[in-house]
C-alpha cells in the first residue's frame, strides 16, 4: 500500500511540477488549451493534489456575503488549477473548465444542491465538436467532474467528489434529468453520510 501511494504521488507531483514549468514557458493559460495524455491526472492522481482543498472556506465580498454564482465559481476553479500545478487561472465559462485535464468543477453552497451539467446529459457518448478536441476526440462521458461541497453555515468544502460523466449516474442514487438543461439534486441526507469525505468513483480515497 505504501509503495502504491509513494508511487501515485510521485508521478502526480511530476506532471503537476511539469505543468508548472510550460505555463510559465509563455503568455497563454496552459489550463485552456487542449488536452495532452502524458500529462493528464488520474482522478486518484486529481484526489491526492486536491486535497489541500477540503475545509476551504467560500469566498466573500467586501459586506463578508458569499460571492455570486459565477464569480464564486471561477474563483474556485483557480483555487483547483492552481492546486494542479498551473500558474495562470482558467478562461470563466468554457467546458470542459480546465480544458487541459478534462475536468469540469463545480462548487455549491446552498441548502440544497442541484448541479447543472448544461445541455448534454454527463454520460453520453457524443464526441464534443469542438476545435481544442480534434485530436483527443474526447466524449462527454469522458470529461472528468469535481463537485465541491460547502454548505451552510460553515460554508467551507466538506465533501469532494471526482467522477467521469459515465459514472455521475450511479454515484448519487439518482440521475440528471432534463429541462431546459440537464440538472441533478443531491440530498441532505447523502452529503451528511459523505461529510469529510474524498470520493474517487464513488469510493472513499484512502490518500
Not at 467586501?62 to 460571492?67: D, P, V
Request: net charge negative.
Amino acid at each position: 500500500m505504501a509503495a502504491r501511494n509513494e508511487t501515485r504521488e510521485q508521478v502526480a507531483n511530476s506532471k503537476r511540477d511539469r505543468i508548472h514549468a510550460l505555463d510559465l514557458s509563455d503568455g497563454d493559460s496552459l489550463a485552456n488549451a487542449p488536452a495532452d495524455p502524458t500529462l493528464l491526472f488520474s482522478l486518484e492522481e486529481l484526489a491526492f493534489l486536491l486535497q489541500p482543498l477540503m475545509g476551504l472556506d467560500a469566498p466573500r465580498d467586501e459586506n463578508n456575503r458569499i460571492l455570486e454564482v459565477r464569480p464564486k465559481g471561477h474563483w474556485f476553479e483557480f483555487e483547483v488549477a492552481k492546486c494542479l500545478g498551473y500558474h495562470y487561472p482558467p478562461g470563466a465559462g468554457l467546458f470542459p473548465d480546465l480544458r487541459h485535464q478534462l475536468l469540469e468543477v463545480k462548487h455549491h453552497t446552498g441548502k440544497s444542491v442541484t448541479v447543472d451539467f448544461g445541455h448534454h446529459h454527463p454520460g453520453s457518448e457524443e464526441v464534443l465538436s469542438a476545435r481544442w478536441n480534434e485530436k483527443m476526440q474526447a466524449r462527454v462521458r469522458d470529461i472528468r467532474y469535481l463537485i465541491a461541497l460547502a454548505p451552510p453555515p460553515q460554508f467551507r468544502v466538506s465533501v469532494l467528489v471526482l467522477a467521469t460523466g459515465a459514472e455521475i449516474d450511479s454515484l448519487f442514487g439518482v440521475s440528471p434529468t432534463q429541462t431546459i438543461k440537464y440538472q441533478l439534486g443531491i440530498s441532505k441526507q447523502w452529503r451528511d453520510e459523505h461529510a469529510g469525505m474524498i470520493l474517487v468513483s464513488g469510493q472513499p480515497f484512502d490518500g
